[in-house]
């Protein structure tokens, strides 16, 4: 480019003094200097439109854009009918799920299956209680350690009252454990049942803290002298059985309107929680008065 304006200047330059040359090399373009001139001029002209046209442009696009780009009107919101609160009150009163009827069935000693389910007392004694535990409930084992044992002595020995241990494993893997654990033992030494029950308890050391496992439970099962091979072998080969029963003791006594442990049915009367001894020993002795 700064080749071809050198030679347009030289070739103005030459035209004035008269000394014009016919052809002029424009690397290896020719063109008649005649031309040349006139081509000039065209593109003088041209050079001229285009930059006119390049102009007008630009101001239609700035005008354009400043019409794309202009702040928008205000729009104006609804009007509110109610005031805030309130109306987030009713909205969240339209959310809220609604509240569910109660499913729990009338509470009834008579009612709550108690075959195959692990038991100390008479057999027939003339007072059953269904008690819902769980084995790593620190509740469970305040009621184990303050009214069992008194009932034990003042109407289960005697011969007065039946309690069956009625299933409600909820606190993690351990209690799960626990309850396969519990099955077996019942199914190969009933007689000895209450004694490892009992000993479960007083190695609780908090809820799904440490002890617990598979390995110590059967490491307890054979320190009592219960044969810790065959409970081990039941927790596996009878698992699914177990955890059926287990499951199913859990829901019944959802049934009653027990949502945790311990939960406990007298009669036809609800104890839920590890309450003082006085309150097991009233509803006991109101079912005694009724017969």
């Known amino acids: 480019m700064e080749g071809i304006v050198r030679n347009i200047v030289v070739c103005i330059f030459l035209q004035k003094r008269g000394k014009l040359l016919k052809r002029i090399n424009f690397k290896n373009y020719y063109m008649d200097s005649g031309k040349i001139i006139q081509s000039i001029s065209i593109l003088i002209i041209a050079g001229a439109l285009v930059a006119g046209a390049f102009i007008v442009y630009n101001i239609i696009k700035i005008s354009g854009s400043s019409e794309k780009t202009s702040m928008p009107t205000e729009q104006k919101l609804p009007v509110q009918t109610q005031p805030r609160q309130e109306v987030q009150s009713q909205v969240l009163q339209e959310d809220a799920p609604k509240p569910k009827q109660s499913t729990s069935l009338p509470v009834d000693i008579n009612n ?90 007083e190695n609780q050391d908090g809820e799904n803290y440490a002890w617990g496992s598979k390995t110590d439970i059967l490491l307890l099962t054979k320190s009592l002298g219960i044969d810790q091979i065959k409970v081990g072998k039941l927790m596996t080969d009878k698992a699914q059985i177990y955890q059926s029963a287990i499951d199913a003791d859990k829901a019944e006594g959802k049934t009653y309107g027990i949502r945790g442990t311990p939960g406990t049915v007298i009669g036809k009367k609800l104890i839920t929680g590890a309450q003082s001894y006085s309150v097991f020993k009233s509803a006991i002795d109101q079912v005694l008065g009724e017969q």
């Open 112 to 201: 709550v299956k108690i075959t195959g389910r692990p038991y100390i007392g008479q057999k027939d004694a003339p007072v059953t209680i269904a008690y819902w535990f769980d084995y790593q409930c620190p509740f469970c084992k305040k009621m184990e350690q303050n009214v069992i044992t008194q009932l034990i002595t003042d109407y289960i020995e005697p011969g007065t009252v039946k309690l069956v241990y009625k299933d409600y494993q909820f606190l993690g893997a351990d209690s799960q454990t626990a309850g396969l654990a519990s099955r077996a033992v019942w199914e190969i030494a009933p007689e000895r049942f209450f004694e490892w029950h009992k000993a479960m308890y």
